[in-house]
């Protein structure tokens, strides 16, 4: 496909758990984002990657969250000690220009993210 | 830090007549906005850019304009249809980091 593809699409695990999200960004798209979105909410941003670096880390929300990149291509984001509040969608983007200002970013569907 | 507003109640209107959406800002003027499409269970979907320069902008039965002075911008849909009922998200592009701010979007409701 010439999506961004994520995986799992649903995940439902108990509270103190550890949990790892998967992004396949569009071939070619250097710039890839993390997103959640919370009922009701807009997206919140959590990190950027440009490459295999993160720039930027300061959405994540508690030392409990990490994210890395490998090959310039696949991004993982893993939860840690899961609570009841990480409950959320998890969207990833990516787009192809490092850097690159005024461009649209390209959605996965998300990963929706039940903690019990 | 800069905010972003969208109307939180649905919009609900009649097909065939143009919707209008609204996206207010705080501070900052954005390099450009952005707006999306969101339907249950997917992504957004990039639907238009706008730059901070540009009053206006069309694109088939959409338009957006950008008025920097009242901190707006206004999405349109003209010749509306069910198939466009969906949740809109506008989003600043701030132009000197990457990342997009979001609104929490409006949802639209297009009654055949």
């Known amino acids: 496909g010439a999506g961004v593809s994520q995986s799992p699409s649903n995940k439902v695990t108990e509270k103190g758990k550890d949990v790892e999200l998967r992004c396949d960004p569009i071939s070619g798209h250097t710039a890839l984002y993390w997103y959640r979105q919370s009922l009701g909410q807009g997206l919140e941003f959590l990190i950027y990657?440009?490459?295999?670096?993160?720039?930027?880390k300061s959405g994540l929300p508690s030392d409990r969250f990490s994210a890395e990149r490998t090959g310039g291509s696949v991004s993982t984001l893993t939860i840690q000690r899961t609570q009841q509040e990480d409950s959320a969608v998890y969207l990833c983007a990516s787009s192809p220009n490092p850097g690159g200002r005024g461009q649209p970013q390209h959605f996965g569907d998300g990963t929706r993210l039940s903690i019990l | 830090s800069q905010k972003i507003e969208q109307n939180s109640e649905a919009l609900n209107i009649q097909e065939g007549k143009t919707a209008t959406l609204t996206c207010n800002y705080t501070?900052?003027?954005?390099?450009?906005l952005q707006w999306y499409r969101q339907d249950p269970g997917r992504g957004p979907v990039f639907l238009l850019l706008i730059r901070e320069n540009e009053k206006e902008k069309r694109k088939e039965r959409l338009k957006v304009t950008f008025d920097t002075t009242l901190k707006q911008s206004l999405f349109h849909i003209t010749a509306s249809q069910p198939a466009d009922s969906a949740t809109y998200l506008c989003a600043l592009d701030m132009g000197s980091s990457y990342k997009l701010i979001f609104g929490s979007g409006t949802r639209l409701l297009v009654r055949p």
């Open positions: 990657f440009q490459g295999n670096s993160a720039p930027d």
């Open positions: 501070n900052y003027s954005p390099a450009y």
